[in-house]
């Protein structure tokens, strides 16, 4: 009797402790920033644990990045990759020396920042030598990743997750199509995907029409049953598993079409 009345109260406490069935979470991240004061102090105003990511070749990099931590954000680096271009930005055939160099060069610009992000970089992610080096790399500095996903022939997050680096995949670009209808409609869907598969990442712009549909749904994301949360609570919640829409850019599953535009 002892023993069972032990189980049973194992059993409770387990039922306890354990996540809600319906759990419905959403991080955004609002990319390219950096760039204009008026567009990132406008991001920077989004209710909610929004991701700021910050480009390293901006003239507002620095401060913009400052401003974000003291605001209580989470600030990312948007690392160019190919085909962007510029001092910073990483491309396959650059040895890995002065791919290290643009690296600590983009995070001295970028403060704060905790992780990173690529910016374009349908040719870079797909290279497995450069992206595991990159993924032990940030594991040495406890910075973490997420994929962009710009390419469906990304092996980047697959190389993270191969050498347990804190990583998540995007699941929803919100604009590439920039009208408001468009976007609500990006957005609706990253709502369904957080009900369907328990949580959903999401990529804006700070585009005017972004903004202004962020700024009037985020408010009311709660009383559709979804939880806006930081990355590194998404990261806690995904445990570092890549999710069932995700598994077919494993690089041993064929190839798909590109998930979203540079």
Same mark, same amino acid.
């Given at each position: ?23 419905a %979470? ?24 929004? /991701? ?10 620095t ?16 690392l ?6 510029? *001092? %910073?930005?990483w ?10 160099? !643009? ?8 403060? %704060? ?8 970089g ?5 290279? !497995? ?33 191969? =050498? ?12 590439? $199509? !920039? ?12 709502v369904?995907?957080? !009900? ?10 700070? %585009?005017p =029409? ?15 049953? $979804?939880?806006?949360?930081g ?19 494993h *690089?041993?599953?064929? /190839?798909?079409?590109?998930t979203?535009?540079?």
């Open positions: 009797m002892r023993y069972l009345l032990c189980l049973l109260f194992c059993l409770l406490a387990g039922v306890a402790h354990a996540a809600p069935a319906n759990k %979470y959403m991080s955004i991240i609002i990319d390219d920033l950096g760039q204009n004061p008026e567009r990132d102090s406008r991001a920077l105003a989004l209710p909610g644990p929004v /991701t700021m990511a910050i480009m390293p070749d901006t003239p507002h990099a401060d913009f990045a400052r401003q974000a931590h003291k605001a209580g954000k989470t600030v990312i680096l948007h160019p990759m190919d085909p962007a271009d510029g *001092p %910073y930005a491309h396959p055939g650059v040895p890995v020396e002065e791919l290290a160099r !643009r690296l600590d060069s983009a995070l001295l610009k970028v403060p %704060y920042a905790v992780g990173i992000n690529n910016h374009m349908s040719r870079m992610t797909a290279q !497995r030598e450069p992206m595991a080096w990159l993924m032990g790399e940030l594991q040495r500095r406890h910075l973490f990743f997420v994929d962009s996903r710009t390419s469906a022939a990304t092996v980047a997050a697959f190389q993270a997750q191969a =050498q347990g680096l804190a990583q998540v995949s995007r699941d929803v670009f919100l604009d590439n $199509v !920039r009208t408001t209808e468009a976007i609500g409609s990006e957005l609706q869907l990253g369904e995907l957080a !009900r369907k598969q328990g949580s959903a990442i999401l990529i804006g712009h700070p %585009y =029409q972004t903004l202004e549909v962020l700024e009037r749904e985020l408010p009311r994301l709660k009383r559709q049953g $979804v939880e806006l949360i990355l590194e609570q998404m990261i806690a919640e995904r445990g570092n598993q890549t999710m069932p829409a995700h598994a077919r850019h *690089p041993t599953a064929p /190839t798909g079409q590109i979203g535009k540079e």
